[in-house]
């Protein structure tokens, strides 16, 4: 069972910057795919952001945060990490850090992944 928790969201101005963590103990986290979903206000889907693979070697941005989101891991910490730059109001959401035991699984379905996190509010004032 993989439990991921996830950390850093808030309230930021539009054009700031915010890092999430997610985080699970066990070294089953660490072979885990792992992806961060978003569900904005209003809305019933949730939209994959950012994943990638168990190495850290593939990964997915969406388009609609390309060139402002990044993803990376960090194996020793057993971490995952979203780094938002210039986020925008339409950012605002609650972010869910999803996790997958298929070590490439970059899936857009949420309902594929198997472990999901409690969610992190981030909101974006313009």
């Known amino acids: 069972q993989v439990e991921p928790v996830e950390s850093g969201g808030g309230l930021v101005q539009a054009g700031g910057s915010l890092r999430l963590s997610c985080a699970a103990s066990?070294?089953?986290?660490?072979?885990?795919?792992v992806g961060w979903f978003r569900q904005a206000p209003g809305k019933e889907r949730r939209e994959l952001v950012a994943?990638?693979?168990?190495?850290?070697?593939?990964?997915h941005i969406a388009d609609s945060v390309k060139g402002r989101f990044t993803i990376s891991r960090d194996t020793n910490k057993n971490t995952v990490y979203l780094q938002m730059n210039s986020l925008k109001p339409e950012d605002t959401a609650v972010y869910y850090c999803?996790?997958?035991?298929?070590?490439?699984?970059?899936?857009?379905?949420?309902?594929?992944?198997?472990?999901r996190g409690q969610g992190t509010q981030v909101t974006v004032s313009s």
């Open positions: 994943a990638i693979s168990s190495n850290g070697v593939m990964k």
């Open positions: 999803y996790a997958d035991q298929a070590p490439d699984l970059l899936s857009s379905t949420d309902d594929t992944w198997a472990f």
């Open positions: 066990g070294r089953t986290f660490g072979v885990c795919a």
